[in-house]
């Protein structure tokens, strides 16, 4: 039973990340509502951690059975991108580095703050 509320909360804040993307005009994924909900949700304490951390550790460990649908995808598109496959690769390639520096700036930045706190 306790899964299940768990779960339950967790599809909750999915369902209104999935709203505010219908209410407010702007090129950003539900998805990524949603996360910034929940954040926000654990952040102020409205949610203890307690209340989704064994759904969410779940969710964690099955994540790589979610990427099976989007190879199969790549699979059966193959016709598609092969003929775009450098393009694709580098962008992955450089998209990937990106990300990886903002996220250690984000999280040395984190760090610093957190560590000023005490």
């Known amino acids: ?13 999915s369902f209104a990340g999935e709203v505010l993307n219908r209410i407010i005009p ?3 994924p ?10 926000l949700l654990l952040a102020t304490k409205l ?8 759904a969410g550790r779940f969710l964690i460990e099955i ?5 099976i649908p989007a190879a199969v995808g790549i ?4 016709g598609n991108i092969k003929s775009s496959l450098f393009a694709y ?15 250690g ?6 760090i610093k703050i957190g560590g000023h706190k005490k």
Do not use: N
């Open 30 to 39: 539900a998805g990524v509502y949603g996360i910034i909900i929940l954040f």
């Open 47 to 54: 949610v203890p951690l307690e209340a989704v951390e064994e």
């Open 1 to 13: 039973m306790r899964y299940i509320k768990q779960f339950v909360l967790i599809l909750a804040v």
């Open 89 to 103: 690769t580098t962008i992955t390639v450089v998209s990937t580095i990106i990300v990886m520096a903002v996220s």
């Open 26 to 28: 702007l090129p950003i």
């Open 75 to 78: 699979i059966t598109s193959w």
């Open 105 to 110: 700036i984000v999280t040395e930045l984190v």
């Open 63 to 67: 994540m790589p059975l979610m990427f």
